[in-house]
């Protein structure tokens, strides 16, 4: 028998206590040391010297010329707004695939509604690596897509579909749909069909039911699927890793490269805190975004 | 008769647009399951059905040790996780409102919000440079560490959706704390732990950049093996052992999918669900 | 001037083919005339609403023909036709304020911005919410939530005005001023009202006419003082209002009068005489204030002996249940008058008195 102690504030933080020591001693612990790392000076052979400096964030934009000047040097640069503009691209493939979906799904009578969704997130939680893969398969050289092309001479040489922005879109894309899908359906399952009868009563067609009343009302599960797509798009690594074939990297296969492979700690450890601010900045706007509604609605 | 016009709120092409989508969502894999079954030892030629390839991924024992890592990963993963989200979210839903709830919630959290491999390259740091390493027990940390908001999430809605005069009834008929929560509580809040449970299993065996990053030699997991893999040059070996991986995360899935439409509905009151069944013995 | 709104032998029935068939209208044929304040009245279930949704286009007939103002309008969506709707919960859309929930429909019709902002004042106006014009709809009380969306369906000037049960949400005080207040914007505004409601005593107060409807089927049209007084079965009877009713079988005739002899023995006249023979099994109906109460009296003048059993005292009147010497037990009710002469205790013997024209013999 435990006996319990009496406080229950006590017994509060006893059961907080496991979760705060884990997750604070390998997470919060680990990132505070990797925002120290940034401003650490690199040792060329790995590892870091222990003065303070700038250099890693420095060298985001610029480099050393051979008289030691410093240079503008787009690379990094370049690969920052590559990793938004995909992501940003990918959230938009997402959401426009995926709005119709939701909107369907929440057509159905309930007992489909539940089997449509499981198909929703089963590719969810089958493995990411594996997933991506498959694409391969079918982008690649004499893969599904160009093979009977080739065959039946549509083309006559390889379409270069792999290593490409647009396969590395597809394969984030794909990667994050449903957690495009499920939000907006949660958003949409709770939309009080009466005020679509209400639109139409009020002689509303049928985009302007769409526009004036479905998509705002469900702007919640939107922004929230935006983000869920966003933010993972940022940070990723298999799909530009596989189908990017290392050569275009985003900000999460560009921090990878430099632990893995270049052995910089500080710039890839500025790397990732770059993508740390997006990805708070992204979350910022969303909390924003999510009280002011709150506000108009009147549901606080 | 013949309506000449939809529904209101229905739309032309809704249908088509989700079969479309669908087929978006599970042709890849169907492509890769079909030339798992390619006679041809180049990955990308059908010359025929064959068996081969799965036969000789059970013979290959780099497979079966990174098979038999990630099994262990995932469950020692999954019981600390479990346990700990468990206890994280008794504290919070019923520990009423306190200082540093937010701050609480938002810490079980944390690990879904940050990138993966932020969480990865930070954790690699951290045990480089206490230089500690204890083989898979690095890979299971890291697990644990970034498993727990999964655990933590079905849970807690289990926890919230629950009636607390369920508890109070039993209190009224003179149960003590400990038994309330042996004979109430826990019975009802078994099949949110189960569901957590199961979802840290999933996450933890299809985990792949953080144990990249963070795997010390030996304590290679099977994603991270099929990534080598796959970097040494496509086989249909990969495709072979990759449809194994999906069939049994569909497996897993579905056994999850199937306990929580089953039990995930909350009694409200009523008490009337089978999950709390044989909690009088 | 043609009929607003005509329904010819309409059915609905939902779920076509499956197991969960259910016939919610079979064979409903309703005519409302012009600017009428037209109430369905009946329980839930009866197929009022379904009904109303069929003319605001929701739903389709199954079989059927609806015309408004002598056009077909069955395969016109919701959007193409000059009636609006005040949903049950409202239906406001949470996102706009109340000006542009007002606003929305004008809007959908292209109305240049200065009649619409005048059309939207004005029914604000109308409401008594003018100055509520920018707040959001979660922030009214139920009762403002309700003229919202009154104004709302009324600011594009529907030829017909569908009421879904608008009142139900609102508590009794509120209920019986809205119901006036209904009322005098329909005379004002002159468009065709049809209120779907199940409290008989809405439907009485506000109609012009009234339809009782019970599974799937129209029981009775008529004005309120024809349902009420004039039932056409007892399901209409029962309904609207309390009764009495009491089985009997013709005796024979006298003079624009129906003897009636009761189960019990008991000899009634009823004025009028219908088409019944002697020997026919009927159902006597009585509203229960048409009883009359009297401390005094002879049976041999018509007055029937009995006893008070129970007593439900109401404020302005009381209802008593009362067992006559025969066994019968009828309901009675009383107005409560000042000197308190006309009350009656559980237990005293008192005198009934039921006149020839205030039963009715009612069809099966």
Known sequence: ?300 | MKRRHLEVGRYHGLGTWTVLCFAFLYLPIGILIIYSFNASSLAMTWTGFSLDWYAKVLRNDSIQFAAVNSLVIATITTLFATAIATAAALALVRGGRFTGHTASLGLVTLPLVVPEIVTAVAVLIFFANLNLNLGIGNVIIAHTTFCIPFAFMPIRARLVGMDTSLEQAARDLYSSEWQTFRHITAPLLMPGILSGAMLSFVISLDDFIITLMVAPAGATTLPVYIYSMIRQGITPEVNAISSVFFAASVLLVSIYWLLSRRVMSVPKGTGTSNASGGSRT | ?364
């Not at chain 3, 024809?226 to 029962?238: T, W």
Request: with cysteine; net charge negative.
């Open chain 1, 1 to 300: 028998m435990i006996s319990l102690p009496r406080n229950s504030r006590t017994r509060t933080w006893l059961g907080l206590a496991p979760a705060w020591l884990v997750i604070g001693v390998f997470m919060l612990v680990p990132i505070a040391l990797m925002a120290v790392i940034s401003f650490l000076e690199a040792n060329p052979y790995g590892g870091v010297h222990f003065n303070f400096s700038t250099d890693a964030y420095v060298q985001i934009a610029f480099e050393y010329d051979l008289e030691d000047n410093l240079v503008f040097n787009p690379i990094y640069i370049n690969i920052i707004l590559r990793s938004v503009g995909l992501s940003i691209l990918a959230t938009v493939v997402c959401l426009v695939i995926g709005f119709p979906v939701a909107y369907f799904i929440t057509l159905q009578p309930p007992s489909k509604r539940n089997f449509y969704i499981y198909l929703i997130t089963i590719p969810f939680w089958t493995n990411l690596l594996i997933r991506t893969f498959s694409w391969i398969l079918i982008l690649g050289r004499n893969g599904v897509i160009e093979t009977p092309l080739l065959l039946t001479g549509v083309i006559d040489d390889s379409l270069n579909m792999m290593y490409t922005n647009g396969a590395i879109t597809v394969g984030l894309a794909y990667s994050y749909l449903p957690l495009m899908i499920l939000p907006i359906y949660a958003s949409l399952e709770r939309l009080d069909f009466r005020l679509v009868e209400a639109a139409s009563d009020l002689y509303a067609h049928r985009l302007e039911i769409m526009t004036k009343v479905i998509i705002p009302l469900s702007m919640p599960g939107i922004v929230a699927g935006c983000m869920l797509v966003y933010i993972p798009s940022l940070g990723a690594f298999i799909a530009p890793d596989l189908l990017g074939g290392g050569k275009r990297l985003l900000l999460g296969s560009l921090v990878q490269f430099q632990f893995a492979t270049a052995r910089n700690w500080p710039f890839g450890a500025a790397i990732a805190m770059v993508l740390l601010a997006f990805v708070v900045v992204a979350l910022m706007i969303y909390a924003r975004s999510a009280r002011k509604r709150a506000l108009i609605e009147g549901d606080l």
């Open chain 3, 1 to 364: 001037m043609a009929d607003g709104v005509e329904a010819r032998e309409i059915v609905k029935t939902f779920g076509v083919g499956t197991e969960h068939e259910v016939t919610a209208l079979n064979n409903v044929s309703l005519t409302i005339r012009s600017n009428e304040f037209f109430t369905l009245l009946g329980p839930s279930g009866c197929g009022k609403t379904t009904m109303l949704r069929l003319i605001a286009g929701f739903e389709m007939p199954t079989r059927g023909d609806i015309l408004l103002f002598g056009e077909h309008m069955e395969d016109l969506p919701p959007n193409q036709r000059a009636v609006n709707t005040v949903f049950q919960h409202y239906a406001l859309f949470p996102h706009m304020s109340v000006a542009e929930n007002v606003a929305f429909g004008l809007r959908r019709l292209r109305k240049p911005k200065d009649e619409t902002d005048r059309t939207v004042g004005h029914m604000l106006e109308l409401v008594k919410l003018g100055d509520l014009a920018h707040r959001r709809p979660a922030q009214l009380s139920g009762g403002q939530q309700q003229r919202v969306a009154l104004a709302r369906a009324l600011a594009p000037g529907p030829k017909v005005l569908l009421l879904d049960e608008p009142l139900s949400a609102l508590d009794l005080k509120l209920r019986q001023a809205m119901r006036l207040e209904l009322k005098q914007i329909q005379r004002e505004t002159g468009i065709t009202f049809i209120f779907v409601t199940h409290d008989q005593e809405e439907a009485l107060s506000m109609s012009d006419r009234i339809a009782v409807m019970s599974n799937g089927e129209v029981q009775q049209v008529g004005t309120p003082h024809d349902i009420y007084e004039y039932p056409v079965n007892r399901f209409v009877a029962e309904f609207i209002g309390d009764a009495n009713f009491i089985p009997a079988t013709v005796a024979g005739f006298e003079t624009d009068m129906l003897v009636c002899s009761t189960v019990a023995g008991r000899t009634l006249r009823v004025r009028g005489s219908g088409d019944h023979n002697t020997g026919d099994l009927v159902t006597l109906f009585l509203r229960p204030e048409k009883v009359l109460l009297h401390r005094q009296g002879e049976t041999s003048s018509g007055r029937l002996a009995g006893e008070v059993v129970d007593v439900v005292y109401y404020g302005s009147e009381t209802s008593y249940r009362i067992r006559l010497d025969d066994g019968t037990v009828i309901l009675a009710e009383d107005r409560n008058m000042l000197d308190g002469s006309r009350r009656f205790a559980g237990g005293e013997q008192l005198f009934v008195e039921i006149g020839a024209e205030t039963l009715r013999v009612l069809g099966q």
